[in-house]
């Protein structure tokens, strides 16, 4: 998803690619007719329309997620529910080198036995509106007012909180940054970020870690998809900063 600003002052989004998302029927676009495989949505109406913005305020998940609701009230389970985790990585990137998937299968043994992973995702929990997109890259904002484009990415039902930790991630989370990176220092001695990102008491516990850090692993996998780069060391990097080092960066939000 492309997103820009005409010279009449409408905004505009560009899907390329293979259609994978769903349009949300949205009367505020129009679509373009055109020969070209991308499809070009153009707002209605004049609107200085930013896309990718990070970060936005987090209150803007809880309307995000009723409207998609609203408009999508009956979706299938996510995935990995109904599957199981371990084959997550491939799901969101068939292409990924074996090496690096069988990485992320021992992360999540790891993430099971120090986290209890596996018993955490089963638990039985309220569910809502949830895509491993859900934050600045699944929508726009004009002004401080987020803008739901015309399409989003595929949608699924999975627990709440699944909603919650990945707009954390997508929306504040950066890094693992390189031991030797010229910011290191201003990270406090710290290979990861939060930027100003505060959490509630209810968060602070070992069975919310374990799903951040496993979120976190499918955040770094649906980058390194984007990009195509099929033998991503910023995954091993992460994993070995967790698995090996005992570094456990959700907990510097305590």
């Known amino acids: 998803m492309h997103s820009g600003v005409g010279m009449d002052g409408r905004g505009y989004f560009v899907f390329e690619g293979e259609n994978l998302s769903i349009k949300t029927n949205n009367d505020n676009w129009r679509l373009e007719k055109n020969n070209s495989p991308s499809r070009i949505w153009w707002s209605n109406s004049p609107c200085n329309l930013v896309a990718f913005k990070k970060s936005l305020d987090d209150n803007i998940l809880p309307n995000l997620s009723v409207e998609l609701e609203n408009m999508f009230p009956n979706l299938e389970s996510h995935p990995s529910l109904k599957y199981g985790i371990f084959n997550e990585a491939k799901r969101i990137f068939p292409n990924l080198n074996e090496e690096f998937n069988v990485i992320f299968k021992n992360f999540i043994n790891f993430l099971d036995i120090e986290f209890d992973l596996i018993r955490t995702i089963k638990l039985p929990s309220k569910s809502t509106i949830y895509s491993e997109d859900m934050g600045?890259?699944?929508?726009?904002?004009?002004?401080?007012?987020?803008?739901?484009?015309?399409?989003?990415?595929?949608?699924?039902?999975?627990?709440?909180?699944?909603?919650?930790?990945?707009?954390?991630?997508?929306?504040?989370?950066?890094?693992?940054?390189?031991?030797?990176?010229?910011?290191?220092?201003?990270?406090?001695?710290?290979?990861?970020?939060?930027?100003?990102?505060?959490?509630?008491?209810?968060?602070?516990?070992?069975?919310?870690?374990?799903?951040?850090?496993?979120?976190?692993?499918?955040?770094?996998?649906s980058h390194e998809a984007w990009a195509q780069n099929k033998t991503p060391e910023s995954l091993s990097m992460f994993v070995k900063l967790i698995q090996k080092n005992g570094e456990r960066p959700w907990q510097t939000l305590y």
């Open 136 to 221: 600045p890259c699944m929508i726009g904002t004009v002004k401080e007012t987020y803008v739901l484009p015309p399409e989003v990415p595929q949608l699924y039902s999975a627990p709440k909180i699944w909603s919650e930790l990945t707009w954390y991630i997508n929306n504040h989370f950066s890094g693992p940054y390189p031991k030797n990176a010229s910011h290191f220092k201003n990270l406090n001695n710290h290979r990861f970020d939060w930027g100003k990102l505060k959490i509630h008491n209810k968060l602070k516990n070992k069975e919310i870690e374990g799903l951040v850090y496993f979120f976190i692993a499918k955040f770094i996998v």
